[in-house]
């Protein structure tokens, strides 16, 4: 089993930054990408940002400029750093991790960006 925990979460004014933390345990080897989705209310879950094992990173067309995914592998933990927010950017961010096998979401963490 894989755990996901994200901190970083809050209520930030338009055009201020944030950024999101998750933290993974267990199966950390057998993860082959990680990655951050977002859901605002009434809309589907779309995917932010990738990151693979091999460190290649991907950032949703919309958000490339603002919004960046890295991680520290010494604390097995990916990062995403969200600037120049928007209200529109107000949604529920899940930390994703998948394996050859399955996938594993953590609980989600809300960001409102107020304006």
């Known amino acids: 089993q894989v755990q996901l925990v994200e901190s970083g979460g809050g209520l930030v004014q338009a055009g201020g930054s944030l950024r999101l933390a998750c933290a993974a345990s267990?199966?950390?080897?057998?993860?082959?990408?990680m990655a951050w989705y977002r859901q605002a209310p009434g809309k589907q879950r779309e995917l932010v940002a990738i990151?693979?094992?091999?460190?290649?990173?991907n950032v949703a067309d919309s958000l490339k400029g603002r919004f960046t995914i890295s991680r520290d592998n010494a604390k097995n933990t990916v990062y995403l750093q969200m600037n120049s927010l928007k209200p529109e950017d107000t949604a529920v961010y899940y930390c994703h991790a998948g394996l050859i096998d399955r996938v594993y979401w953590g609980q989600g963490t809300q960001v409102t960006v107020s304006s």
């Open positions: 267990g199966r950390i080897f057998d993860i082959n990408a």
């Open positions: 990151i693979t094992s091999g460190g290649t990173t």
